[in-house]
């Protein structure tokens, strides 16, 4: 139970009081509360009078019933006294019975009968024997004889201060009176030492008569009452007077002490109420202004609530307990599309809530809501047209002033709806996405992993609870050195977006390739607060790419490398790529023809041409005769006499065109010289079979005479040998080709014994003209086959003879020149014969080339292709220098490990002949 507030009280007597004085002015409410005051103390005063006089009237009683009880109590005390006395008497012997006995320490006295002055009574009684006592007291002895019984007399007048005895008349065995004497009946006016301020007095008379006062007490009494007396059922009057005594300052002031209270308490409630008012008008004051600065402050307030809930994004509705509307805010017009003029009074749940229809608003609150709330219920409302949308409701149930009101907030859920099912499908895709997604949160320490989807899972092997909490460096391992690690470092320090391709480690230890793109998330006052990234597993297009790497590098390599030419177009018609071989081939610089459409590739390489000649065949051809491969044959002028092979395919899956250019130049004229070789071969074959078939069937069908015969043999036999010397020399020339050098015998040879032994087997018909030969004579040790640079000196040597059939010297001598560090010797052959010109001098080596097409010089045609084979095989080349029609010199050089005494002041490149 709630204790009542003590103020309570003294507001409302403050408000009572500024109800009745709050329109008064203040000299009339001073006026007012001076009569009221006065008033006030008047009838304090005549109540304090009252009360006493009250107090006076109820000490005399007091006073006046106790000296009752005194007088009852001294009578009986006597009367008791008087019995025993009697019986004293009785008990008396005869001869004292007879005289006047006297008790002073009772009072009391024995008077014969017989004795008759009651003078000597009157005295033993210590009572003045006055006559108007003597007889009074003679009157009572007789009352007392009539009576026959005990007798209560008053002795002298009312106004002498009366006295009384008792008297008992006995007739038995003692004839007398037994007399016992009362003292006064009340002290007159005596002051009382127990603080008492009342003087009494009291006169003991019979019933019917009335008191006489003495003339100096009955004027200060101010108070009388008579007192019933009775003693053995006769009935006395106590009649008592008495009056207040006069009274010292200080009693004075002690005994109306209430007075002065009372005087004091009126001043005080006359100064209170005066500051009560002025307290009043001070506090009226101050409410006044501070009730007008709290209206204002009240209507601000309420001025601004009403702003803040028309500025509200929700509709706020506030219900009365029947379910009607009393009142909303702007937005619930936006919200609904009802204006709130038509809403008022009208039911909630009709209008805008239709959930609310079902059950009454107590029983919605206590099904959906907990201490008088609802909050955040996800239901439907209704708009103007009847259609029906999502809201959040929240609600109040109050009471305020004894009436119970409901207060609804109703936030249109539409677009969070919308916005939660786009955040659930994308959670749906982010999760159901085969690429690892995880956000990261950049203001927790160590920017640790906050979510991860099932992707990140499958591509790494670790559950999201693994995962949670850690940086995501732990994937990295020990592989922290990548180049792509920097780019996000970097990128992660400045806030932006970056995309780089990493190794990363699964959980079971094996290494995968990931392509990470890493964006920032910005909060509103653009601080990055997370970064999100999106993992591709590219492990296999990276095995794929270094796959596709290490062919491209091949095929770069073999594009490089490739003798053939390469022009690629793409689907522009714009030249792409040109490799070198095709830069050899044209003379055509790949930096200004990468660009170019094909129409001025074309021109300019057209520009290059003598002639061109298609050879696109049916192969070349689709289903409807379009040529998707051309072939055609360039002849080119420039930079050299030239033979290009042209291939065009169109094309492929990037709509490309590719060009092939090969140089068949070389294979043009090896076709050539093979078929000279042939025509040459079946000549050359055909003609010593022809004599050798000839002279033998000769010699078979016919006789000859010995000499005859002896001359067709010689010829037989000298044909036989030219037969055989060119089928050794093509035999020859296939070994060496084929083996490229892996029969040869090398061994360390002195070369002076290599070139004596050649020229010691060097026989020329019908020539006998000799070699002038210069050797040094230090012997110069080579590691050659011996036999091999025989054959090949003795070529050269042959040819020497045969290419100048009109004589001449033909001189033999040995260089040497220094090649950086390795130093080469040099055997030099020097004809006069008839020389070469430059176009012969570059078919030198050729096959089946040979200078003398008249067939007056015999040979294959082998012979320097045999030579340049076995020197190249050494390690050395062959030089040959010709005039036409003065003579051609052969230098067939040779690696030399050691110069031995070679002079060491030969420069590079130097030529010095060894003498």
């Not at 809501?369 to 109050?398: C, H, K, M, W, Y």
């Not at 998707?628 to 395919?649: A, D, G, K, S």
């Not at 001359?711 to 020859?732: G, K, Y």
Request: charged share 20%; proline share 4%.
């Amino acid at each position: 139970m709630t204790a009542p507030d003590p103020v309570q009280p003294v507001s409302r007597v403050q408000g009572l009081l500024e109800h009745v004085f709050g329109s008064w002015t203040p000299r009339r409410v001073v006026a007012v509360i001076v009569l009221l005051a006065t008033m006030l103390t008047a009838g304090g005063l005549v109540a304090v009078y009252r009360l006493e006089s009250w107090r006076n009237q109820q000490e005399f009683l007091a006073e006046a019933t106790h000296m009752q009880e005194q007088v009852q109590y001294r009578l009986q005390q006597r009367r008791a006294l008087l019995s025993e006395v009697r019986q004293w008497v009785l008990a008396m012997p005869a001869p004292r019975a007879e005289t006047l006995t006297v008790w002073p320490e009772a009072g009391s006295a024995w008077l014969p009968r017989h004795v008759k002055t009651v003078d000597a009574l009157l005295q033993s009684l210590a009572l003045e024997a006055d006559p108007d006592q003597v007889a009074a007291l003679a009157a009572c002895l007789r009352a007392a004889d009539a009576a026959h019984r005990w007798q209560l007399c008053q002795l002298g007048s009312a106004a002498q201060e009366p006295h009384w005895v008792l008297v008992e008349a006995l007739w038995e065995s003692r004839s007398g009176w037994v007399v016992t004497a009362l003292m006064p009946a009340a002290e007159p006016w005596r002051p009382y030492s127990d603080g008492h301020f009342w003087e009494m007095q009291s006169v003991l008379t019979s019933t019917d008569a009335a008191p006489v006062w003495p003339e100096a007490l009955a004027a200060n009494a101010t108070h009388r009452i008579a007192l019933p007396i009775t003693l053995d059922g006769r009935a006395w009057s106590l009649k008592v007077a008495g009056g207040l005594r006069q009274l010292t300052t200080v009693e004075y002031l002690h005994r109306h002490a209430a007075v002065w209270l009372a005087l004091v308490v009126m001043v005080i409630a006359a100064l209170v109420a005066m500051q009560g008012y002025l307290m009043l008008i001070s506090t009226r004051r101050r409410a006044s202004g501070a009730r007008k600065q709290m209206d204002a402050a009240l209507q601000k307030e309420q001025t601004r609530r009403a702003a803040v809930m028309d500025a509200a994004p929700d509709a706020i509705v506030m219900v009365d307990s029947q379910g009607k509307i009393t009142w909303c805010n702007v937005a619930t017009v936006s919200i609904f599309g009802r204006p709130s003029d038509a809403l008022m009074g009208l039911p909630i749940a009709d209008t805008l809530l239709p959930a609310l229809a079902a059950t009454s608003l107590d029983q919605w609150f206590d099904e959906h809501g907990f201490s008088n709330r609802v909050i955040g219920l996800d239901t439907v409302g209704q708009r103007a047209e009847g259609t029906v949308f999502p809201v959040a409701l929240s609600a109040a149930r109050i009471f305020l002033d004894g009436e119970q009101i409901y207060s609804f907030i109703v936030r249109d859920t539409t677009d969070a709806k919308w916005a939660e099912q786009e955040l659930a499908l994308r959670d749906r895709a982010l999760a159901s996405s085969s690429d690892g997604v995880i956000i990261v949160s950049m203001t927790l320490p160590s920017h640790p992993i906050i979510y991860a989807n099932s992707g990140f899972e499958q591509i790494t092997g670790y559950e999201v609870h693994e995962v949670l909490g850690l940086n995501p460096r732990f994937l990295h391992g020990t592989d922290a050195d990548q180049p792509g690690l920097t780019v996000l470092r970097q990128a992660i320090k400045e806030g932006r977006r970056a995309q780089a391709v990493i190794r990363n480690y699964r959980k079971n230890g094996s290494q995968y390739y990931i392509e990470l793109s890493i964006s920032p998330v910005l909060n509103q006052e653009g601080v990055l607060t997370h970064f999100i990234g999106i993992q591709a597993d590219i492990s296999d297009r990276v095995a794929a790419e270094q796959v596709l790497r290490l062919r491209t590098e091949r095929l770069n390599a073999v594009f490089d490398l490739s003798p053939d030419g390469f022009v690629v177009l793409d689907k522009r018609g714009e030249v792409t790529i040109v490799n070198p071989a095709f830069e050899a081939m044209t003379g055509m610089s790949a930096a200004d023809m990468v660009g170019q459409s094909r129409d001025v590739f074309e021109d300019q390489l057209m520009s290059q041409c003598q002639s061109r000649e298609d050879e696109t065949s049916d192969s070349d051809k689709d289903a409807d005769g379009n040529a998707y491969t051309t072939r055609e044959l360039l002849h080119l002028h420039t930079p050299c006499q030239r033979t290009l092979v042209r291939r065009i395919r169109h094309g492929g899956s990037h709509d490309e065109t590719v060009m092939y250019f090969r140089d068949v130049t070389h294979e043009r004229e090896v076709d050539r010289m093979k078929s000279e070789f042939l025509a040459m071969a079946a000549h050359e074959l055909r003609t010593p079979m022809v004599s050798i078939f000839g002279f033998t069937e000769l010699l078979l069908k016919r006789q000859f005479k010995d000499e005859h015969r002896k001359d067709m043999l010689e010829t037989i036999h000298r044909q036989a040998s030219i037969l055989i010397n060119l089928v050794n020399e093509l035999l020859d020339l296939a070994r060496i080709e084929a083996r490229r050098g892996k029969d040869f015998n090398r061994s360390r040879q002195a070369l002076q014994g290599v070139i004596e032994q050649a020229l010691g087997a060097l026989l020329v018909n019908n020539d006998d003209r000799k070699v002038k030969v210069t050797l040094p004579e230090e012997p110069l040790m080579l590691d050659v086959d011996r036999s091999k640079l025989s054959q090949a000196l003795t070529n050269v040597l042959s040819n020497a003879y045969k290419y100048s059939p009109n004589g001449g010297e033909i001189s033999l001598d040995v260089l040497c020149r220094r090649r950086g560090t390795q130093a080469e010797v040099g055997i030099r052959v020097e004809d006069h014969g008839m020389g070469m010109t430059e176009a012969q001098l570059a078919k030198v080596f050729e096959r089946f080339f040979r200078a003398d097409t008249s067939g007056n010089i015999p040979g294959t045609g082998l012979g320097m292709t045999i030579v340049k084979e076995i020197i190249e095989l050494h390690g050395g080349e062959v030089v040959v220098d010709s005039t036409f029609g003065q003579g051609t010199t052969v230098t067939m050089w040779l690696p030399m490990k050691h110069l031995g005494s070679l002079p060491e002041q030969i420069k590079v490149d130097e030529v010095v002949p060894l003498v």
